[in-house]
């Protein structure tokens, strides 16, 4: 009888936890938001630092600490729900359509839509430089949440600048809608499936580029601002194939992330686990990773809490050249000239690009000496309208 009472028990608690730690309906989320979502501000700062003080505790080598970037990507997996995605929709074979090409100086501006799984599409724009010589790095560049219908997403100044910056500096770049963005007017970008769909989509993303010949798969990187910088460090930290990462304005200790798409989904805790961005981007390691932040927002504090303590991690490797933080103590969020050159740098030197071609007789980087394409310009199907802003004037 008392091991019949343990069998149920023991059932009854399992079930419990496993429902705890799986992806909530929107109305579960809300009520559950405090206890398994870390969501937006979740910590002060002073107990961010704490809790990072209590991390740090769980590992002293590098063994250690892999064990650890185990497990949080594992929870990564299954907290998102990327683990219940059938088989069928990661083996789908990728299919392209094609819309207008644009020939610029020195590159060509491709429209086009992947569809990543049956009837499924996702829009972005491909930056070619003119002359591919044997295979070439891809930089894959997911963007923030920016919506004003003259700031809206890809089609962005400075998400064009950077992408033309890449493939003059000798590589392909690719950007493509958030889910339920852009030109993806078939879903809500705010839905309790927004994180596990778009960490699939860059995940099929690097499927689809991985698989062209003129791709140089030991030379790709990822590089995003705010949302964009969210979904940079989680695909870095759980596909092993991305060999630069560039978050931008975005890792931080106390804050999660505003949107479903960044922390809808319990992929810092569950049951006993706990771990929050700085550790998600420290899975990278000792991969090389530049994190840039400044003064204005939640990453004003990188260059003495969160960057220090990720440098500890790649120390552990003695990997410590591997890992930089370009803080702008009087910027303010976004991707920015000197941001975007900071990281242009760093892109360079990792993946052997030619920063001289950006750059003036005394070495000074400017980006902008270029045209600009608008909206309409770069649609896949430009007598779409876009998917409306989720959240008004913010």
């Known amino acids: 009888m008392r091991s019949k009472i343990y069998t149920v028990a023991t059932l009854i608690f399992f079930a419990g936890y496993f429902y705890s730690c799986a992806p909530k309906s929107k109305k579960e989320t809300k009520i559950e938001a405090k206890v398994e979502l870390c969501q937006g501000d979740y910590y002060t700062e002073a107990e961010a630092v704490k809790k990072l003080a209590e991390y740090a505790k769980l590992y002293s080598n590098a063994d250690e600490w892999n064990d650890r970037a185990e497990k949080i990507r594992a929870q990564i997996r299954k907290g998102s729900g990327l683990d219940t995605i059938p088989e069928s929709d990661w083996h789908y074979p990728i299919k392209v359509i094609r819309g207008a090409k644009h020939k610029m100086d020195g590159y060509t501006v491709e429209n086009i839509a992947l569809e990543l799984k049956e009837d499924y599409l996702v829009h972005g724009n491909l930056y070619i430089p ?80 991985s698989s062209l010949p003129n791709v140089d798969t030991e030379r790709i990187a990822i590089t995003g601002a705010s949302g964009g910088g969210t979904q940079t460090f989680i695909a870095s930290a759980i596909d092993s194939r991305i060999d630069v990462s560039v978050p931008v304005v975005q890792v931080s200790a106390h804050f999660f992330g505003g949107c479903e798409c960044e922390s809808g989904a319990p992929i810092h805790k569950c049951g006993d686990f706990e771990t929050n961005n700085v550790e998600i981007a420290a899975c990278f390691a000792p991969k090389p990773l530049m994190l840039v932040s400044d003064g204005d927002d939640w990453t004003k504090n990188v260059y003495k809490v969160e960057y220090p303590y990720i440098k500890r991690i790649y120390s552990m490797f003695n990997a410590t050249d591997n890992v930089e933080n370009a803080h702008f103590a009087n910027e303010v969020h976004n991707y920015g000239p000197s941001k975007r050159k900071a990281a242009y740098k760093f892109l360079a030197k990792h993946l052997n690009l030619n920063i001289e ?24 199907f430009p007598d779409k309208k876009l998917s409306e802003d989720p959240w008004g004037d913010e």
């Open 130 to 209: 003119d002359e591919l010589e044997g295979k070439v790095p891809i930089i894959l560049n997911p963007h923030g949440h920016w919506f004003k219908p003259e700031d809206y997403g890809r089609f962005r100044a400075d998400m064009q600048y950077r992408c033309i910056a890449f493939a003059k500096m000798g590589a392909i770049a690719f950007t493509w809608d958030m889910y339920g963005m852009g030109e993806d007017t078939s879903h809500v970008h705010r839905s309790k499936e927004s994180l596990e769909m778009q960490t699939f989509n860059t995940l099929r993303i690097l499927d689809y580029f």
């Open 357 to 380: 071609n950006i750059s003036d007789a005394k070495g000074n980087i400017d980006d902008t000496n270029v045209q600009l394409l608008k909206v309409k310009q770069l649609m896949v």
